[in-house]
Structures are given as C-alpha cells and as structure tokens.
C-alpha cells in the first residue's frame, strides 16, 4: 500500500530554518514527481515546491523562491523540504503529495494522487 509520512515540522522563530522530510513506503518514490504543499487556516492549499520523476529538476512557488530547497535520496525513498529563513507567513500544515503521470512535475494540487497526513510548521516569536 503506497503511504507517504511527513516530518519536521514545529515551532520555529522567524529568520529561522526546519527541514522537512517526506518518506515513501509501498513504492519507489523516484518514480513519482513529489510535490509539498501548505495550507494555513482559512486558506486554500498552496502549492510550494515538486521535483519532477525523471528529470530531477525543481520547481518552486514565488514565495519561498531562495529560501527553500527540495532535495531527494533514492536510498531512503525519502524527499526533503529545506525551510530557510522563515517567517511568520509560512506559517502552515505542509503536505507531500506524489504524481505519478507526468514526467515534469507542476505545483497543481489535482494532479497529485495520493497525500500524506501533513505537518504543522509554526513560525512565531
């Protein structure tokens, strides 16, 4: 059974950094565009960042553009969300979702089949 499991996440103070992590089970995750995305309260779910299946490359929402990193390591099936510089507006439940359609990955929350359960991140003094 595919699963995804998030982790990271928590309370941080603002200009500070989280690294979250995506682990896959039940399927190799590099077979698949990997996308997180976040959703604060009484908001709709923003795409943030995906790394495509085949290529590698990265894609990254405006907003976290030089302040985000997404990496993956085939060996522990695992994709990683490194969170710089943070504030308070990124304050969210961050999800990663996998695709396994496309080959360059888009930051569309639709096109992702199946999701983990999230993580919150709370960015505040």
């Known amino acids: 059974q595919l699963r995804l499991v998030e982790s990271g996440g928590g309370l941080v103070q603002p200009g500070g950094s989280l690294r979250l992590s995506c682990a896959a089970s039940?399927?190799?995750?590099?077979?698949?565009?990997i996308g997180w995305f976040r959703q604060a309260p009484g908001k709709e779910r923003e795409g943030v960042s995906c790394?495509?299946?085949?290529?590698?490359?990265?894609l990254y929402a405006d907003s976290v553009k030089g302040r985000f990193t997404i990496s993956r390591d085939g060996a522990k099936n695992s994709v990683y969300l490194q969170m710089n510089s943070l504030t308070p507006e990124d304050t969210a439940v961050y999800f990663c979702?996998?695709?396994?359609?496309?080959?360059?990955?888009?930051?569309?929350?639709?096109?992702?089949?199946?999701w983990g359960q999230g993580t919150q991140v709370t960015v505040s003094s």
């Open positions: 979702a996998a695709e396994s359609i496309a080959s360059t990955c888009l930051l569309v929350a639709t096109l992702y089949e199946d």
């Open positions: 039940g399927f190799t995750l590099d077979y698949y565009a």
């Open positions: 790394v495509s299946s085949r290529s590698g490359s990265a």
